[in-house]
């Protein structure tokens, strides 16, 4: 079964640096797609961007950017700038090429600092 | 509006009563889901239905059932609730694309006292 883990519970950053947030998971299959979700206090769940596994090159969304190393499942956030409010809860998700669900890791509560 | 709606916002019930939770949907998609969040475990899948006629269990649904009225309706039951039922309930959609993600309504806040 695929999991998905994420192993900062809780990370603070000083408004605009750079913060980096943690994603391993585990799978068989070869094709796969992985998501970051943002959750305000507002408990809206909000993509922040999405990793194809076939596609090598990295995505990036204007101040969010992943480190896909396929080879070694891990799929990490860097936020650059960090500003007040990309305070939340983030989430890592797996969805597998051969079924329709979308799988969540337990999430890192990011807190940025003023 | 949104485009995919929850109702209630908030609820508080009592030990053993019956509830729903309803979510429906604008976006035109066949999937729908119903999943619970609880601190330090994520989201978790409770039902999923691919379409009117397909119900599935996901991996937590043992005291709970779901409705899919129509392609737009997907409801959530508790039939007896209990305490460790008290979460914070999402639905979600999707229109089956491999990569398109889940889009999810506002969530539902149960308190099961």
């Known amino acids: 079964a695929q999991t998905v883990t994420q192993s900062q519970p809780e990370m603070s950053v000083q408004e605009a640096e750079t913060v980096t947030l943690s994603c391993t998971y585990d799978?068989?299959?070869?094709?796969?797609?992985l998501f970051w979700y943002k959750q305000p206090p507002s408990r809206q769940m909000i993509l922040v961007i999405r990793?194809?596994?076939?596609?090598?090159q990295n995505a990036t969304e204007n101040r969010f950017s992943v480190n896909f190393q396929k080879a070694a499942k891990s799929f990490s956030l860097k936020i650059s700038d960090s500003q007040l409010g990309d305070t939340a809860m983030y989430f890592c998700?797996?969805?597998?090429?051969?079924?329709?669900?979308?799988?969540f890791g337990p999430g890192t509560s990011l807190s940025v600092i003023p | 509006d949104a485009d995919v709606t929850q109702t209630p916002r908030n609820r508080i019930t009592k030990t053993g009563k019956r509830i729903m939770l309803e979510c429906s949907q604008t976006?035109?998609?066949?999937?729908m889901y119903w999943y619970r969040q609880d601190p330090g475990l994520g989201l978790r899948l409770i039902y999923y239905?691919?379409?009117?006629?397909?119900?599935n269990k996901g991996e937590i649904s043992d005291g709970y059932s779901v409705s899919r009225q129509a392609q737009a309706k997907f409801s959530l039951s508790l039939e007896s609730a209990i305490p460790n039922q008290t979460a914070l309930y999402f639905c979600?959609?999707?229109?089956?694309?491999?990569?398109?993600?889940?889009?999810f309504g506002q969530g539902t806040r149960l308190t099961v006292v």
């Open positions: 998700a797996f969805k597998g090429a051969s079924y329709d669900k979308v799988i």
């Open positions: 979600a959609t999707s229109d089956g694309g491999r990569s398109t993600e889940a889009f």
């Open positions: 990793q194809e596994a076939y596609k090598q």
């Open positions: 799978t068989s299959e070869n094709n796969y797609y």
């Open positions: 239905s691919f379409d009117v006629k397909d119900i």
């Open positions: 976006k035109g998609h066949d999937r």
